[in-house]
């Protein structure tokens, strides 16, 4: 199971010579018994819930929300498939957001403090800054299936902005969810334990940080996050209740997304998402249960199996890439208590292995945001090792979407990643242009 990494002799700045020997790319429980995680870009359910309950709850993250729903009064778009479609419903887009703040003079990231309605009305504290607003706007809206009434506020300026003093201003790119119930289904002592044998075969070179953050369903008891730029959280429930509220202003039960942003423009009663269903289900709740029930990207195979994407998968290996971007990780056994005990993982997510290429921890590989989230302030120069799979069907690239060519993403990696860029730097051009060829396979 476990393969050696050929001895890469690495130059660093002080010129001294650095030997990897690392363990092998696979981590996580029961290697031996697991299988295959169900592939494909397929709009199929990996086994979770039947082909009715998957179009249905897809049908929930698909649904375009208007005023008389509660979205807004700020919001970025109106439905979760408008960031992520890219080619199904669930992955990925080219839509990114804006974040802003600031430091004090300790030199800690503040988030920012921004204004609307001519600046009269003030959002403090919050890195998020929204770019659509209900207001101004004359229409008649139906709120929870009543009679139409006016909405009317054609003098009200709702977009947010901020000023000058907001000095740290970062771009953040839309994320993949597709196969995302089997990263929630990682253990996080698994992802405790690649960080330690991480830091360790590399002698404290690359050492990539786990964070506790809040589960929301669990009064905010603390897991390892997994997920978002900065991990800023460890359920999909948590973050479908936070992305409801942030990205599209629908406010739902989970504090401290039960209230709305601002009430400015704001018609309609919090929280929002607030009519369970028959089965006793929110549009979160579906939300949640549609990614848990997606499959993970599929590979291209023709590329994949090409000789030259055969080659590129060894460089990557041998170059050091899937130190952090590691190929093989095993969901927990079904049954296992994930996500602070708020989510148990079922026989169709549990003792899968999968192929994320992401370790899904933190690092400074010298393109970080200056963003602190739910984690501590030596995180805001740290990003999360985003997943490799599906990143074929991504054009900008890395967390600001400024890198459009792969050669160009690889030579931002500095600081924690620089053995590794000089590794990538050493190979003849045709070596660099097979491990591209194995990153278009993914
Ligand atoms: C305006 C665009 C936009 C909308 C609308 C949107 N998202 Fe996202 N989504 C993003 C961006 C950008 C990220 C990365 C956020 C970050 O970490 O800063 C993201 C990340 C995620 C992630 C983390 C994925 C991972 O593997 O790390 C999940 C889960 C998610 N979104 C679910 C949802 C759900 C559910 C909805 C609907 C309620 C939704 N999103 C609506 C843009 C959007
Ligand atoms: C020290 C850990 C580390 C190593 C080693 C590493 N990466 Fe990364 N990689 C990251 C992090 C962290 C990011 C995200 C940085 C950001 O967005 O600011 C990233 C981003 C990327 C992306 C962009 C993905 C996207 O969806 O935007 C690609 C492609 C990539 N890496 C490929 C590689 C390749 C190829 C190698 C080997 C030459 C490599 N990485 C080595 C940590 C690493």
């Not at 296992?336 to 400074?364: C, E, M, Q, R």
Request: some cysteine; proline content about 6%; charged content about 15%.
């Amino acid at each position: 199971m476990w393969s050696k990494r050929p001895i890469l002799y690495v130059c660093l700045l002080t010129g001294l010579a650095i030997a990897f020997a690392m363990a092998g790319p696979s981590s996580g429980q029961n290697a031996s018994t697991a299988i295959e995680a169900p592939s494909g870009y397929d709009n199929q359910p990996n086994g979770l819930t039947d082909s009715a309950t998957f179009t249905m709850d897809r049908g929930k993250f698909e649904e375009t929300e208007a005023i008389g729903d509660g979205l807004g009064p700020i919001f970025n778009a109106q439905s979760c498939r408008e960031c992520h479609q890219n080619p199904v419903t669930g992955s990925t887009s080219q839509v990114k957001e804006l974040r802003a703040g600031h430091q004090d003079s300790f030199g800690n990231f503040v988030a920012a403090t921004a204004t609307l309605a001519d600046g009269t009305v003030t959002i403090a504290n919050r890195s998020l800054i929204n770019q659509r607003a209900i207001c101004p706007a004359v229409d008649t809206i139906t709120v929870n299936g009543g009679p139409p009434q006016p909405y009317n506020f054609p003098q009200t300026q709702g977009q947010e902005r901020i000023s000058t003093a907001e000095t740290i201003r970062a771009f953040r790119m839309s994320l993949n969810t597709i196969g995302d119930g089997f990263v929630e289904s990682i253990a996080d002592q698994t992802l405790l334990n690649l960080a330690s044998s991480q830091c360790s075969n590399t002698g404290g070179l690359i050492c990539g940080e786990t964070v506790r953050v809040p589960v929301l369903e669990a009064s905010g008891a603390l897991a390892v996050g997994r997920f978002g730029w900065k991990n800023q959280h460890a359920s999909l429930l948590s973050f479908s209740s936070d992305a409801y509220l942030n990205e599209m202003g629908i406010s739902n039960r989970l504090p401290p997304n039960n209230v709305d942003v601002t009430r400015l423009c704001d018609v309609v009663p919090d929280p929002n998402d607030n009519t369970p269903d028959s089965e006793g289900l929110t549009d979160m709740d579906h939300f949640a249960r549609f990614m848990r029930a997606t499959k993970v990207p599929p590979r291209d195979t023709a590329l994949a199996t090409s000789s030259d994407g055969v080659a590129g998968a060894t460089l990557f290996h041998n170059v050091g890439c899937d130190i952090c971007h590691v190929s093989s990780i095993t969901t927990a056994p079904p049954g296992t208590a994930v996500a602070a005990g708020a989510f148990t993982v079922p026989p169709s997510l549990g003792s899968k292995v999968i192929h994320p290429y992401s370790d899904f921890l933190l690092h400074n590989i010298g393109t970080g945001d200056g963003i602190v989230q739910t984690g501590g302030q030596e995180t805001a120069q740290k990003m999360r090792t985003p997943p490799l799979w599906g990143v074929r069907t991504r054009t900008e690239l890395l967390h600001d979407g400024r890198s459009v060519t792969f050669y160009d993403t690889i030579q931002r990696h500095r600081n924690e990643a620089q053995p590794v860029l000089n590794n990538f730097n050493n190979l003849s051009t045709t070596q660099q242009n097979q491990l591209i060829t194995f990153l278009r396979s993914l």
